[in-house]
């Protein structure tokens, strides 16, 4: 997979993403999709030495996001 492939050519068949999958996917960097992780923001699941984020905790944590920042009704 090309480091600079759009989000939107992303494969939706993928249930664990790399970290940098999953910030190509927020549109966010590498570095500030760690530091998510770190504070259990954003799900991850450790793999030997390796980290995923499962596809589905980033719709999860933009879901989250959108609920936090709606204007209160």
Known sequence: ?????PASTADPTLVLL???EAARRL???RTLCY???RTGDLEA???GRLRR???EAVTEFAAKLRRAYRPAA
Do not use: C, F
């Open 27 to 29: 549109q966010i960097g």
């Open 45 to 47: 699941v450790p793999i």
């Open 53 to 55: 984020v499962p596809a």
């Open 18 to 20: 790399t970290v940098e």
């Open 35 to 37: 530091r998510l992780i």
């Open 1 to 5: 997979m090309n480091d600079q492939e």
